[in-house]
């Protein structure tokens, strides 16, 4: 029990201490400023995280992407029924300095224990000189529940490369922890690799990624390996992705697969 104990925490102290060293090690740049066309992330969405999926369960640091205003709707389907569909709209805004985020989700059943609704709320600030970004996003089920708060940070450390880190529901203490890098290969290929850990289970995920992207597509592609324990290391059958097109300057459309049997359709109007 003391030998997994110490695997485990040598494990987390690890993917903290990777970034913290890298950090230190970083030049400038100004990567995690810049607009994206596309809402669609990469790997977990530690290192390059969607902008408007970072209100909900990715790096909320990812909001900082807006420098505009957006409406964002979406479906999604979690089984081969109706029964888990969700649907959703969020107001997404930003400057590349401050920006901010709210989202509205709506469930056909109750995923949650106290509610078939979820609000979702997001901030990001741009720290220039620091070369990073931090973020904080709240979640309440309604029509009730207690809030969940999520804290994320995307630092550049290089002119093409950014880390990332998370820390889900911090509210009840600390139990995962998640960070990544993305290394820009080229101005159109982005390489990601993204793990977590959970501090109390063992348990622990990497899932290494590819974006394409050009300015009217995007495509990502992911696939998932899964930490059972200390020494057990098990494929995770988590292959996802997803394509965004962008059909005008201010329409954008976006398909996104999680894996069977969960599908997202997305679009984003921008503004200004």
Do not use: W
Not at 124 to 152: C, E, I, K, Y
Not at 227 to 254: C, F, H, R, S, W
């Amino acid at each position: 029990m003391k030998l997994r104990l110490r695997n485990h925490t040598t494990f987390a102290l690890s993917l903290l201490l990777l970034g913290s060293s890298a950090c230190a090690r970083g030049s400038a740049s100004g990567g995690t400023g810049r607009e994206d066309n596309f809402m669609v992330s990469n790997g977990q969405g530690i290192s390059s995280p969607g902008f408007g999926e970072g209100i909900s369960g990715q790096n909320p640091a990812g909001l900082i992407n807006n420098q505009r205003i957006k409406i964002q709707m979406g479906a999604a389907t979690f089984d081969n029924s109706t029964q888990n569909a969700q649907g959703s709209a969020a107001l997404l805004m930003g400057n590349g300095f401050l920006a901010a985020g709210a989202e509205y989700s709506r469930y056909n059943a109750a995923p949650f224990a106290r509610g078939t609704s979820l609000i979702n709320g997001g901030l990001a600030l741009r720290m220039s000189t620091l070369n990073m970004t931090l973020g904080v996003s709240g979640h309440l089920p309604q029509p009730q529940g207690a809030a969940q708060f999520d804290l994320g940070t995307l630092i550049d450390l290089a002119p093409a490369l950014r880390f990332g880190a998370m820390v889900p529901n911090v509210t009840n203490g600390v139990h995962i922890v998640a960070s990544g890098f993305t290394y820009s290969l080229d101005p159109s290929i982005d390489l990601v690799v993204d793990a977590a850990y959970g501090l109390g289970s063992g348990d622990g995920t990497v899932k290494p990624g590819m974006s394409i992207h050009t300015d009217l597509v995007q495509a990502t592609f992911a696939y998932g390996l899964r930490m059972m324990g200390v020494n057990d290391v098990l494929l995770y059958p988590k292959l996802t992705g997803a394509l965004g097109l962008k059909l005008t300057d201010n329409i954008l459309v976006e398909y996104t697969y999680r894996g069977l049997p969960e599908h997202r359709l997305g679009l984003t109007l921008r503004f200004n």
